[in-house]
């Protein structure tokens, strides 16, 4: 047959492959909120890229424009030059998302993904204050380069390094454990000349920690960490890769505490349809770069400022946000009430919008969650350092049905692997 071999997989892509695994099946197609391998089986997705699909697969709109530019011989690569694509995009998103919510922030084109848009914001954050050290929180994940993951709270993805990683400090994040207290050691390590710790260039937060387990931080929190930085001329960085792009019910993240971050990095579901893009917004008295000090060959492609300013179209009202977050307290409610259904497994509901997990405290339950629910047709992953947490991502354009068919699928699982 024609059909591709699983083989492939295991003995010629390298062992660092880990989707293959959880997923074990070839992948062929995929539309909304849904996905088919090569046999035609379909599965629901609840996992929307790990938040690169947060408008569901081939939106049909991003789709047109794309042919469109396509077929129009529209320039795909430019390096740096100026596009039309470009300058759609920079005005569309000035326009539809940084004006109406008060901010102002210049845009940088970092490279194509989350991991080069937080490396652009602790370069800048260091060039900036002339210090070196950026202080940031258990169980974060900012990326898999040798300075995001300095500041990534996960000892397995650090070891990947293979050297000690340097000039990053951890704190507690929110409610992390209950006996220490972030704040009071935020406090002492920037305002207290005695800490034995120096001043840092910056603060990288995300607000609520998706890989990490989907932890939340408070409101209350973060503006207490933002404030606290300012006193200190500390920057504020916010990691807005995966809980932005309207995933926790807001455009940015951290609408709902009002923080105004002196540099926000976003990346996954920015460029629509999938494509690699990411943006670094950088407040404009800060944008000290030299032309050329911070490049790359496919930084800002054409592609994704297609497909990105098409997006951008969902933002234009406040319908698409409200939604968002109609869904997201209708899955919370279901997955609260699944939960309360299996006493003991003691699950714990967390999360904002639609980034939402079930933290299951028995070691490997939640794996043998997702395990049983791929075999039922529902795409899931697991998250937190233990892999301790069922993660639901589903994608932002999922209807009901797609959401109650998916939270079913669930519910066996669970039944299943208990
Ligand atoms: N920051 C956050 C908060 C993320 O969730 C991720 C990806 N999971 C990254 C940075 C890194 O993005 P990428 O994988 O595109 O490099």
Known sequence: SDKTDMSVFEKVESEVRSYCRSFPTVFEKARGYKLWDQEGREFIDFF????????????????????????????????????TAKADFLKKFKEII??????????????????????????LARKVTGRDTVISFTRAFHGMTLGSLSVTGNAFKRKGAGIPLTNAVSLPYDQYDGKVDSLTLLERYLEDKGSGVDLPAAVILETVQGEGGINVASSEWLK????????????????????????TGTFFSFEPAGLQPDIVCLSKSLGGYGVPFAITLIRPDLDTWAPGEHNGTFRGHNLAFVAATEALRYWETDEFAQEIRRKGEKTRT?????????????????????????????EGFAEKVCEEAFKRGLIMETSGPDSEVAKLLPPLIIDDEGLDKGLAILEKSIEAAA
């Open 98 to 123: 940084l004006e109406p919510r008060g901010l102002d922030y210049k845009v940088m084109f970092p490279g194509p993904t989350g991991t080069n848009t937080v490396e652009s914001a602790l370069k």
């Open 224 to 247: 207490q960490v933002e404030q606290i930085c300012r006193r200190q001329g500390v920057l504020l960085i916010v990691d807005d890769v995966q809980a932005g792009c309207g995933r």
């Open 334 to 362: 279901a997955l609260e009430d699944i939960t309360a259904k299996f006493p003991d497994l003691k699950g714990e509901v967390r999360g904002r919008g639609l980034m939402l997990g079930i933290e299951f405290p028995e």
């Open 48 to 83: 929307a890229g790990a938040g690169a699909l947060n408008y569901g697969h081939n939106d049909p709109g991003m789709k047109e424009k794309l042919i469109e530019y396509l077929s129009s011989d529209g320039i795909v690569h430019s390096l740096d030059m100026a596009t």
